[in-house]
């Protein structure tokens, strides 16, 4: 059985892609903001799901829950980076709490995320990393200059990992 761990899975993305490895009989841990969204896909499919809650900006409990992930499915094959969310506004607009938020939750929080599931992968010596960005991270459009950053650091730090991982097999 095939084990993913994946952010986000209260809503939009996230939610979508694990009801649909649930149907393929996937094992899935979700990670969301509030359990509570999921708890009827706890209910369907109560031998191959378990929701945690999980908030990027809160940066130092990260580490615990990927622990927690881990020790309940002893290991991923594939770990989906998605939580975060969408900054509007023109940059000069933008005012120092909104820009430290979207740096620390979205930026800092995925870095923490994805860092903390490395030593397991690489142990295990097999899985997979990804980290939803999206075409803002190369084609930034007006009115998200913040968040096309944030998401122009993800997929930089994402393809590093990429070559810093390859050696262990992930």
């Known amino acids: 059985t095939k084990k993913w761990l994946v952010t986000g899975a209260g809503e939009g993305l996230g939610r979508t892609l694990v009801e649909t490895l649930l149907s393929e009989g996937v094992f899935v841990i979700g990670l969301c903001l509030d359990v509570a969204d999921n708890r009827d896909l706890e209910k369907k499919y109560a031998a191959t799901y378990r929701s945690f809650a999980f908030d990027l900006a809160k940066l ?85 200059a913040i968040y096309s950053a944030v998401l122009h650091a993800l997929d930089g730090y994402i393809s590093a990992l990429n070559e810093e991982m390859k050696p262990f097999g992930v």
Do not use: C, H, W
């Open 60 to 144: 130092d409990g990260i580490e615990e829950i990927v622990a927690s992930a881990y020790k309940e499915a002893g290991e991923f094959d594939v770990v989906f980076s998605n939580a975060g969310y969408l900054l509007l506004g023109a940059a000069e607009e933008v005012n120092s709490f909104e820009l430290e938020d979207m740096i620390d939750a979205y930026l800092k929080g995925s870095l923490i995320f994805l860092a903390a599931n490395l030593p397991y992968l690489r142990k295990a010596g097999k899985g997979k990393l990804i980290q939803v960005t999206g075409e803002n991270a190369f084609m930034a459009k007006e009115g998200k």
